[in-house]
């Protein structure tokens, strides 16, 4: 018995240091997670931006290990993405359920703000989008006693409103109840009923180097609000934790799991080759003690440690549905997409990925720091200005293209870099033939390219800092995203510039 309990407190311990959690949980670009919990099955949700579908949804039953299941607005008619950059899209999402039914409530920046959508199998489908009166980013939903709560944050204010869940009509009027510690932006806001107090939660200091995560509470719903006189319970912008890889901790959502125990996950991302991150901000967990009547301590006060998950490798062909890692550069246009003898056969859009505008992509998050991407490209017409090949898209004015364009009638395949309105051709190598093997790899410091015509013997053609791929250099509120494309240079009628892909392989190392 002595034993027993012996090894259960070593293994609390044990996690509560961090050394049996795995973090990142999901890595790459997987920002803003919520997470709610239905018996013993955990949901949680991020935000997608300018990516189509949009809102990945993931299921776990431990809390470590997540599989994605689906994409919770996987419709065109439910995401409006005219004109979306990696700076727009859909923002930060809450999921919650209640009496068998999950909920998704999040904003569309630049088509239509603030909407929910609902479900009663969380892999969906998911409603057509309810669209909501209360503006402010970040919303989120807390139901009690029949009725339902929301929170959002117009004029760097949270604000809380009572709605009707199922028709998004909003039943009294928004009241200002708490704008933080005075940090800027103070958003992602999320509430808990927990011993007879109301818990405010948001994340404060903007999504940078000063983020954190400030909470108060109140008995009434509506406040006032006391802050923590702890506040941060989240932050890696001080001396304990300056010199860690993981920075920009912040934007949570708390969680109980079946034993009692509480936790919170975050977002953070992880810094390379200096004060860096191109991989996007990432999904991490921590263990949370929440004595009764008093506040909640998040990782034993400690810095947050990497514990990555161990490598994967995913070969695609496209014989079969593409899987769910699968997005689009804004609403894809059908007509440019489409499967003929196995291949994946891309048709080139009239916008290059520079320009914005619908653009034939479609890629993956890049979720690891070193790894393989490698595609085979069968077959090609392709004249003039057309071009295509793989990308490395951070941004639209942001990426890399290594793809085949044509001059005088010769074939070559261009490295160029577009950054800040400017395209520079780095590396330039001729090819022939009607088969072409096109890989990108990265040690974590720079982005190597390869091209091989055979499958065997591979060139190395050129490289790309990841700092110029960064959101510090490139912007935008996302990561990098590993990707097939092509493009219609304008120089004949749509449709005729097209290229075949055979296979994706993504290997982790």
């Known amino acids: 018995m002595k034993k027993g309990l012996l090894s259960l407190l070593f293994s609390a311990c044990s996690i509560c240091a961090g050394a049996q959690v795995t973090n990142p949980i999901i890595p790459g670009f997987h920002p803003d997670p919520s997470v709610c919990r239905v018996g013993s099955d955990f949901y949680l949700v991020n935000s997608s931006f300018q990516y189509f579908p949009g809102v990945p949804i993931y299921h776990s039953r431990d809390l470590q290990s997540w599989q994605l299941i689906g994409n919770v607005l996987d419709r065109q008619s439910q995401l409006p993405l005219k004109g979306a950059t990696s700076w727009q899209g859909i923002y930060a999402p809450t999921i919650r359920f209640n009496n068998g039914v999950y909920y998704m409530i999040t904003t569309n920046i630049g088509n239509g703000g603030n909407f929910m959508v609902t479900a009663t199998n969380p892999a969906g489908p998911w409603s057509e989008p309810v669209w909501l009166q209360q503006q402010g980013i970040d919303p989120s939903l807390l139901f009690e006693d029949g009725k339902c709560y929301m929170v959002s944050n117009p004029d760097n204010t949270i604000?809380?409103?009572?709605?009707?869940?199922?028709?998004?009509?909003?039943?009294?009027?928004?009241?200002?109840?708490?704008?933080?510690?005075g940090g800027r932006y103070p958003e992602g806001p999320h509430i808990y009923k927990k011993d007879g107090y109301y818990y405010l939660l948001i994340s404060e200091g903007g999504t940078e180097l000063a983020h954190s995560i400030t909470i108060a509470r109140s008995r009434n719903?509506?406040?006032p609000y006391l802050p923590n006189p702890k506040n941060p319970i989240l932050t890696h912008c001080n001396r304990q934790a300056q010199d860690s890889q993981i920075q920009g901790t912040g934007h949570g959502d708390l969680i109980q799991d079946v034993?009692?125990?509480?936790?919170l996950v975050f977002l953070a991302y992880r810094q390379f080759n200096g004060a860096y991150h191109h991989i996007g901000r990432e999904t991490f967990i921590a263990p949370v003690e929440w004595p009764r009547g008093g506040w909640p301590v998040v990782n034993g006060g400690k810095p947050i440690v990497v514990n990555e998950r161990q490598p994967v490798a995913i070969k695609t062909t496209f014989d079969k549905p593409l899987g769910l890692e699968w997005v689009y550069q804004q609403n894809p246009d059908s007509a440019c997409y489409g499967v003929r003898?196995?291949?994946?056969?891309l048709v080139g859009s009239t916008s290059s990925l520079r320009e914005n505008r619908q653009p034939t992509f479609i890629g993956r998050r890049q979720e690891a720091v070193k790894f393989c991407f490698e595609a085979k490209m069968t077959d090609y017409d392709l004249r003039g200005t057309d071009e295509a090949g793989i990308s490395v898209f951070q941004i639209n004015d942001g990426n890399a293209q290594f793809g085949i364009v044509h001059n005088d009638g010769t074939a070559f395949l261009n490295l160029t870099l577009?950054?800040?309105n400017v395209s520079t051709v780095l590396?330039?190598?001729?090819?022939?033939g009607g088969q072409l093997w096109l890989r990108v790899t990265s040690d974590g410091d720079n982005y190597q390219f390869y091209c091989s015509t055979d499958g065997q013997q591979f060139d190395h053609v050129g490289d790309i800092s990841c700092t110029l791929l960064s959101t510090e250099t490139a912007g935008g509120f996302t990561g990098a995203s590993l990707g097939l494309y092509?493009?219609?240079?304008?120089?004949?009628?749509?449709?005729?510039?097209?290229?075949?892909?055979?296979?994706?392989?993504?290997?982790?190392?």
Request: charged share 20%.
């Open 341 to 345: 003898d196995g291949r994946l056969h």
């Open 418 to 420: 577009n950054l800040k």
């Open 427 to 432: 590396a330039s190598k001729a090819v022939s």
């Open 159 to 181: 604000t809380l409103c009572e709605i009707d869940p199922a028709t998004g009509k909003q039943l009294t009027e928004g009241r200002g109840i708490w704008q933080g510690m």
């Open 259 to 263: 034993k009692g125990q509480w936790w």
């Open 221 to 223: 719903i509506y406040g």
């Open 486 to 509: 092509a493009y219609n240079g304008g120089s004949r009628s749509a449709g005729h510039a097209y290229a075949d892909f055979e296979y994706v392989n993504y290997v982790e190392q």
